[in-house]
């Protein structure tokens, strides 16, 4: 009984800490913005493995900085009401239990769990922007939307390698604690440079690899990596590939 009460709070605690998440500081300085944005969008997940994916925003004062009509009026919070079309087995979770920020305050929600079902999912960040007028206060509701996750079945479909391209592989595990696999498709032998950078684009970690014609395999030791979100690539001079990795001990 002891055993089975310390492997259910193993579990409860792991869950936690994947869902939860610490606003980024790279952000502090920034007056207003969400990221990822819609262009950068969020990763690819496949069935059956885990997903952890972290949006960051910084709440601005002026109203103006969300919606141009409302320049001028101050913001007071804004609370994220919902995230609409979630694909099936992930879920939500904000740095706090209201998921609600004051302004020129850092804010982050996770998007965490094991997706189920194949698909392109368009996600929209619906949320109530509470500002001010004439002292008394006002809802305005908003939604950050044009995201999508695409969920896909697991595996590299070796197709088309008299093609020049090279296709790199989503990592497994993502989140990684202590090591991850990464597989990538190169369509000839041929040296390439792997490398992972932070969000500032600073290198944390850098190789020369031999490739083989078809499914190469890099396993990266991220057990002296900082919690937080990285960017993997491999570059042959000519393609480049790269995809997001977060690290979570």
């Known amino acids: 009984m002891k055993n089975f009460i310390l492997s259910l ?3 409860f605690s792991l869950s936690f800490c994947f869902s939860q998440c610490v606003p980024d500081s790279i952000y502090a300085d920034s007056t207003f913005g969400v990221w990822p944005t819609p262009q ?13 994916e972290v949006v960051n925003f910084k709440v601005p004062r002026d109203a103006g900085a969300i919606d141009s009509a409302a320049a001028g009026t101050f913001i007071d919070s804004i609370v994220l009401t919902s995230i609409s079309n979630i694909p099936p087995g992930l879920s939500y979770d904000c740095n706090n239990s209201s998921c609600s920020w004051r302004y020129d305050s850092l804010g982050c929600a996770s998007l965490s769990g094991t997706p189920t079902t194949v698909g392109s999912y368009q996600i929209s960040l619906d949320a109530t922007v509470w500002t001010q007028l004439f002292f008394t206060p006002f809802p305005i509701p908003y939604s950050f939307d044009g995201y999508v996750i695409n969920i896909g079945n697991t595996g590299i479909k070796i197709t088309n390698l008299d093609n020049s391209f090279l296709s790199l592989q989503n990592a497994i595990p ?3 604690n202590e090591s991850t696999k990464i597989q990538y498709l190169n369509n000839k032998v041929e040296n390439v440079v792997f490398e992972v950078t932070n969000l500032l684009g600073e290198r944390i970690y850098f190789e020369y690899v031999n490739s083989i014609r078809g499914v190469n395999e890099i396993y990266l030791n991220t057990n002296e990596f900082k919690n937080g979100i990285y960017i993997y690539s491999v570059n042959n001079g000519i393609d ?8 979570n001990h």
């Open 40 to 52: 950068t969008n969020f990763p690819p997940g496949d069935v059956g493995i885990p997903y952890y």
């Open 9 to 11: 709070t193993f579990i």
């Open 174 to 176: 993502n989140p990684s």
């Open 240 to 247: 480049k590939s790269s995809k997001r990795l977060v690290v």
